[in-house]
Structure formats: C-alpha cells, structure tokens
C-alpha cells in the first residue's frame, strides 16, 4: 500500500489540465466518493495495526496533496488568458440601450436653427457673471425696484458676483466686444431664486436675441418673431404684441400666440383667451447701446427673449416643469421619436 501511495503522489504532481472539463475528470478519479483515494481509505482496514500509524499519515498526506493539486490547477485555468474561448468579453451586453437627446435640447436646437435661417449666429458666455454684465450695462439702475423683478442669486462674501438671471448678459458680452452689424441668438441655462413647483424652477434655458444695426425698426422685429411663430408652431399661427415693461428696451412688448390647442377659439390651456404668452421683446433702449459702446445716435436694435421650458411646454404639453431635471427615464423615453 505505501508503495501504491507513493506511486500515486508522483503521478498528481505530473497532472495538467487544459480545460475545466480536464480538471473535472480528476476530480472524479481521485476526490470523489468512488475515486481512488477514497478506495484507499476503503482498504485502510485492512492493514495490520502496527502498520496503520505509517500508513495513515502517508495516506493524508496523499489527500492533501491531492486537494491541494485540484485548487492549484482550478487557479491556474480561472487566471490564464481566454483569447482562444469560444466568446468575445468585449462585446456589449443585451439589450443595447441608446440614449435619446433632452425634450429641452431638441427644442432649443429647433429654435436655434430657425433663427439661423435668418441669419443670426450663437453667442456665448458665463453662468456666473458680475453685476455689471447681468443688470447695470442692462440700464437696471442701482437700488431699482426692477432688479427685484429676478430673484437673483447672490454670493454672500462676493456680492458683486452672481448667477446670471438672463443671458442679456451674453449681448452685453458681445457689444462691448465688436460693433453693428451685431446680429445673435444667445441660448443658456439662467438662474433664479424661486420656489421649486410644477410651474417654476431655479434654474431654468432661456434664448435671447440681438440685432443691432442702423435703421432697425420694430417693425423689423415683429416680422422676424411672427416667421419664428410659424415656423415653431405651424404657418396657421398667429401672434400679438402687447405692451409690456423691461429696463433694457423702450418700448417693451410681451408676445403671444395663438392657442394651437383650441385654434384661437377658447379652451382651458389657454384660460379661454384663445392666446398664449411666450416671450419678451422691445427695441433695445439707446441708454444700453450707449453703456456697451455702441452710439445710439447712429445704430438701433431690438431684443427679444424666451424661456426653453416655456415652449417645450407648448410644443408638448409637459404640465410639471420640474420633470425636466429629474431624468426619469420613461419620461425622456417619450422623446425618442422626435430625436
Ligand atoms: N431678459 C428678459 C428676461 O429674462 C427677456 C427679454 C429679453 C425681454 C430681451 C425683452 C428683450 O425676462
């Protein structure tokens, strides 16, 4: 027996396996209940007491070494390189899930190209701006009750310093910098100490727009916001203009359309007036060409401003703003298709 054992630890030494089914087929052999060790601890009776001590030992060694033999194999197929398997590890998983783009970003890219068939180009600049940019080159005096009119988020240590609360200060930025003929859109992400509900935010994208040039009239203005109505909500709608207040233009207007739910007839959307609001606009005061180095005396423009959300909303009837900064998944699946 003791030669048998010995036998049998020089051959576990020489075994190899290729593949786990290799290894299983040792297991079978040695360590499972029918294997050959097992057999040998069978026949272990039978030995004479006074060889059972040496015998014994060898026969544990032999199990343990056999055991020992099996985790070192299994470690050694578990790390070894796996090119030649039959599967690819760097294929995706199922199912493959494609992103959509943002409900705001599709529209914001929908108002952008429209105003860019008519020529306007996109400028940029800072979410946090100075006072200067956002409200007095804006022609919002010091200490005036307008700048009341957005809740402005200060920083206490810095208050000169702030989140911008209309991206005018992207047009403030971009006539201080070059001269007429200026004619941009300025899209961004605005700020605003509100109260978060299902009709306002503190943050929110709006888009504004600047044309400077000599000769601007109001009728130029209103032209261009009636093409962009029709464009957005189709060639049946219509828009009005009504008198409205901003510290920036003179005069002021807020623009309507009308309601593409009811057609202009009447309906709970739109309170029953048949028209529905959607942006702020005005021949830009010759105080704000003058603080932005441009000369009133020869140039004029008109501004205009709207919120992202705000026509989104219309486009398709969201009733909770606050769903566009949740990034519920089945939300913005709804989306998919206008990708
Ligand atoms: N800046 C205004 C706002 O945020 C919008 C606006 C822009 C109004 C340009 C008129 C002209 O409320």
Not at 66 to 71: D, G, I, P, S
Not at 95 to 110: F, K, T
Not at 159 to 175: G, K
Not at 297 to 318: D, H, P, Q, S, W
Request: charge should be negative; hydrophobic fraction near 35%; charged fraction near 25%.
């Amino acid at each position: 027996m003791l030669a048998k054992i010995e036998q049998l630890l020089q051959e576990i030494e020489g075994l190899n396996a290729q593949n786990t089914e290799e290894l299983e087929s040792f297991r079978i052999k040695y360590l499972s209940k029918k294997g050959i060790i097992n057999a040998l601890m069978a026949d272990f009776r039978n030995i004479p007491a006074e060889q059972k001590k040496e015998v014994g030992m060898k026969l544990n060694e032999l199990k343990n070494r056999m055991q020992a033999r099996f985790t070192e194999l299994k470690e050694k197929l578990d790390t070894q390189d796996n090119s030649a398997v039959e599967f690819d590890l760097t294929r995706t998983s199922y199912p493959i899930e494609l992103g959509s783009r943002h409900p705001l970003n599709i529209v914001r890219n929908e108002i952008i190209d429209i105003f860019h068939r008519m020529g306007f180009t996109i400028a940029d600049g800072p979410e946090i701006e100075d006072d200067w940019h956002v409200f007095s080159s804006m022609n919002f005096p010091e200490d005036h009750p307008a700048r009341d009119m957005q809740d402005t988020f200060f920083i206490e240590s810095h208050p000169d310093i702030i989140l911008r609360t209309h991206t005018s200060s992207v047009q403030s930025r971009v006539m201080e910098t070059s001269q007429p003929p200026i004619r941009v859109i300025c899209p961004g992400r605005v700020y605003r100490n509100e109260a978060i509900s299902y009709r306002a935010h503190c943050f929110f994208h709006q888009i504004e727009g600047l044309y400077v040039d000599k000769n601007v009239s109001f009728t130029d203005l209103k032209q261009v916001l009636l093409q962009f109505a029709k464009e957005m909500f189709g060639a049946q709608t219509k828009i009005r203009l009504r008198p409205s207040y901003f510290p920036f233009t003179e005069p002021s207007a807020e623009m309507d359309i009308s309601c593409d739910i009811c057609g202009g007839t009447g309906c709970a959307f739109c309170k029953y007036t048949g028209w529905v609001e959607i942006l702020g606009c005005g021949m830009v005061d010759p105080a704000v060409l003058d603080a932005n180095g441009i000369d009133s005396k020869i140039y004029t423009g008109y501004a205009f401003g709207m919120g992202v959300e705000r026509i989104t909303n219309l486009k398709y009837k969201v009733k909770d703003l606050r769903m566009f900064s949740e990034n519920d998944i089945r939300f913005l699946k709804e989306f998919e298709a206008a990708n």
